[in-house]
């Protein structure tokens, strides 16, 4: 039998069954579908974080204090009171230090913050002017906070887009009005350029003021909770969380890296962590999707199952004609496949309809996965034949007088 006339003779064994034909396309439309739209979100999701990481800042490296007890059990991350602005300053100015281009020490801590009617809760940083290079901040109005604000204990302030938005409404610009932190009143001057972003750590939901007023006035510490560095460049990143750690050993008169109080973050690892984080997230996801791919395959050999009987005495006559066990086998393998094969394409498609969707109704990335469609006709090709192989070796095997007295 010729391909042509194989195919036509698919196309109109399918076509007499419509319906029966749709729910059979149906179950792998869904699987195929589910599978594309749900890898495209979560490399989506795994890019955008990836874009927020980074904007806060090119070859960063980040020191936080971790207590510890006993000596040996290390407390949380950030929990300590270890580091402190006089350690900032040695790593700025040390000679051993020669891989760090910007040292930013910082205080954070989230407060109540209100201006007339409208409160919000955000995030405070305590920062120097070396806050604006380590971290990239750019003013899309005003200045950046100066270091004769940190040296003067002067109450202003640096807010994000997020915080105009919640406290005085869009499209605002309230450069020299007044905003207060814990009862305390700050003069506005500067507002920085939206980073984009959400969730605990939004770039643009913060409040920036003097390290000073913040440590004194503000909170009421000696410490820090963390310094931010900017090495020289990609390749000194390791270079200098070895020179920095060093010197903060010496400082904190510690032994060995194993006392050490204090733990050193780079760019690299945040990024690795979240990837294999979204990537774990994104297969759990892949893996439910799959299922319903498992479930249109099934449906799909009960459907040919149905098809083999009802079609008993048409496969009886052919085999009393002379056809042999592969044209049989062949028939109903084609049309096996010709339904994964269309569920297939459609799933595709809808698949990346529905992530386009679900991205413009969450304002997230549209990213389409070459991967995840070729996978998805590797798939569709392979349940097809795996699916459909049991029910055509089922006609090929019946023996014509038998099928011919089917009834």
Known sequence: MELTELLLESIGTLAVNKLRTGLAILGIVIGIGSVIALVSLGQATQQSIQNQIQSLGANLLTISPSAQQNGAVRGAIGGGTTLTLEDAKAIETS??????????????????????????NTQIIGATPAYASVHKITMATGAFITQRDVDSVAKVAVIGPQVVTDLFGDGATPIGQTLRISGQTYTIAGITTSKGGSGFQNQDDIIIIPLSTAQKQLMGVDYLNSIALEAKSSDMMTQAENEVGYLLLARHKLNTPEQADFRIFSQQDILNTANATTGMFTS??????????????????????????????????????????????????????????????????LGILTSFIISRLLGSLFIVSPSAIALAFVVSAAIGILFGWYPARKASEMQPIEALRYE
Request: proline fraction near 2%; hydrophobic fraction near 45%; charge should be positive.
């Open 95 to 120: 000679p051993q230090v020669t891989s760090v281009l910007n040292v930013s020490p910082e205080v954070q801590s989230r407060k109540q913050v209100t201006t007339g009617t409208n409160n919000t």
């Open 284 to 349: 759990l996801l892949s893996g439910i999707a799959a299922i319903s791919l498992l479930v249109g395959g099934i449906g799909i050999m009960n459907i040919m199952l149905v098809t083999v009987t009802e079609r008993t005495r048409e496969i009886g006559l052919r085999k009393a004609l002379g056809a042999k066990k592969n044209t049989i086998t062949t028939q109903f393998l084609a049309e096996s496949i010709m339904l994964t094969f269309t569920g297939g394409v459609i799933g595709i498609l």
